[in-house]
């Protein structure tokens, strides 16, 4: 097989991105592991106090210069950052759809400041289904202990349920099943199903959803013959996945899924967007602004995001 081309968008040139970057490909062994492409500002990763760029000649930098470096900081919301940012995704894109890449990570971008260039963003997970018109891709976020999927991502808690339809939950399922067997070699998945409300509503008496839409999903995916199985209450389940007994857990709305995942080992959390035509993974923290430019970032997602992007194209191609 030949080796990976993987490419490694900077992110929000004023958040660590670039720190994480550079430290984690200069990881022992890691620069190795496939041919590597940085996306981003060499001004600013010149700026880290962790490395320099031109220490490793391990990698390729395309450098879009694309950073106004008068009165450049660290941590500070900027709409002219966003815009850098976004662009280091979209030359990203270009290089998957000319094929001079097969993976893509992405480091973090900052949503207010993307939403101040003055249209609506929700995530990069939305912006790359919408570019390459995949309507049911679908975010996991994974850890050495558990995998989780979201049902509804970036929208208010208030709005999950009437965001919530047999067909979608059904899509969810059957989108996980198909990841897990291409991207990670699990020949048979076994996924488990989140309710929505408390105790997964006792049978109707805290809630009608799982009875109308859950259960109703459950079947549908059954019926393509996917292994799965709930609806469980999602203070339970949780533990019961870790133990070994399902491969993935299907959550329905954001913090569902990620408090649990990041409690049992934040600094390992990866996110991957499944239903693409190709790999996409990304660290599974923030810009964090508190401490950009202070050579305190712990590189340790982003290496896990480049591991996984790397191990699963694999796994891609051989499928």
Known sequence: MTKVRCAITMGDPSGIGAEVILKALGTPGLSKSADFTVIGDRRVFE????????????????????????????????????????????KGLELIKSHKIDCLVTAPLNKKAVSLL???????????ARTFQVRDAVMMLFNKKLRVVLVTRHIPLKDVAKGLSAEKISKVIS????????????????LSICGLNPHASDSGVMGSEERKLIIPAMAMAERLGIKVKGPYPADTIFQKAKAGNYDCIVCMYHDQGL???????????????????????????????????????????MIRAIQAAVLCTKNLKRA
């Not at 989108?175 to 076994?190: H, R, V, Y």
């Open 259 to 301: 408090i649990p995942l990041k409690l049992s080992g934040f600094q390992e959390v990866v996110n991957i967007t499944l239903g693409l035509p190709f790999v996409r993974t990304s660290p599974g923290h923030g810009t964090a602004f508190d401490i950009a430019g202070k050579n305190q970032a712990d590189p340790a997602s």
């Open 47 to 90: 700026k880290c106090q962790s490395v320099k760029v031109s220490k490793y000649h391990d990698f390729v930098v395309i450098d879009l210069r694309n950073v106004p470096q008068k009165g450049f900081r660290f941590g500070k919301v900027r709409p002219e950052y966003g815009k850098a940012a976004m662009e280091y995704l979209q």
């Open 175 to 190: 989108t996980t099943a198909l990841g897990l067997k291409s991207l990670f070699g699990i020949k048979k998945p076994k």
């Open 118 to 128: 003055g249209y609506h963003f929700s995530g990069q997970t939305e912006y790359i």
